[in-house]
């Protein structure tokens, strides 16, 4: 039993100083952490898109929706190197995406914010007012999404140290008490 909780307690620790490593990664070397994922996911595209490309070709005179598994298969590659070659583009593509989401869904809070004016509502202006800072925060997403990329990376980076230094912190602790924890097992296997 005391040789379980030492393999938990080793693994549990080396993962989460893994994870610490990780997360300064992300705090000091942002950048380089999304060129390190662009790659990755460039990668794994091209794998996943060569399967389809090599099914067609085995297949294509057994199978008519082969095609379609080849045109899937080419538009994950294509992708997988526009990554690849672009390391930044994955990094660009969320904040852009989140903040067109960010704009429409602000234009539609401020249309129902004048229609609860028109109705002479008198909370009518937070509503109007949220959608404006929403409407803001969306186009300052579009306008430079490298920055905010960073800055998020930034921030998972920090909550990940957080998370490990408390982990390794629980897991010593755990460790510490587990002379307890096999003194109360020993007793109550005793007491039956």
């Known amino acids: 039993m005391q040789d379980v909780f030492k393999k938990i307690f080793r693994m549990s620790v080396i993962s989460s100083i893994?994870?610490?490593?990780?997360?300064?990664?992300?705090?000091?070397?942002?950048?380089?952490?999304?060129?390190?994922?662009?790659?990755?996911?460039?990668?794994?595209?091209?794998?996943?898109?060569?399967?389809?490309?090599?099914?067609?070709?085995?297949?294509?005179?057994?199978?008519?929706?082969?095609?379609?598994?080849?045109?899937?298969?080419?538009?994950?590659?294509v992708a997988g190197i526009i990554i690849m070659v672009n390391k930044n583009l994955l990094a660009i593509i969320v904040p852009v995406l989140t903040?067109?989401?960010?704009?429409?869904?602000?234009?539609?809070?401020?249309?129902?914010?004048?229609?609860?004016?028109?109705?002479?509502?008198?909370?009518?202006?937070?509503?109007?007012?949220?959608?404006?800072?929403?409407?803001?925060?969306?186009?300052?997403?579009?306008?430079n999404p490298l920055v905010w990329a960073i800055a998020l990376g930034k921030v998972v980076g920090i909550i990940i140290i957080i998370y490990s230094i408390l982990d390794i912190s629980d897991s010593i602790f755990i460790r510490k008490n587990l002379k307890k924890v096999k003194t109360d097992i020993v007793d109550i296997t005793e007491v039956k």
């Open 18 to 77: 893994l994870f610490l490593i990780f997360g300064l990664l992300l705090v000091f070397q942002t950048d380089n952490v999304i060129k390190t994922v662009s790659i990755v996911v460039g990668g794994l595209l091209l794998i996943i898109g060569a399967f389809p490309i090599v099914n067609y070709f085995r297949n294509r005179n057994q199978n008519f929706f082969s095609s379609a598994g080849l045109l899937y298969g080419v538009f994950s590659v």
């Open 99 to 143: 903040g067109v989401w960010m704009i429409i869904n602000s234009v539609n809070k401020i249309q129902i914010s004048m229609e609860l004016r028109d109705r002479k509502l008198s909370s009518w202006y937070i509503s109007f007012i949220l959608a404006i800072v929403i409407l803001i925060g969306g186009a300052l997403l579009i306008i």
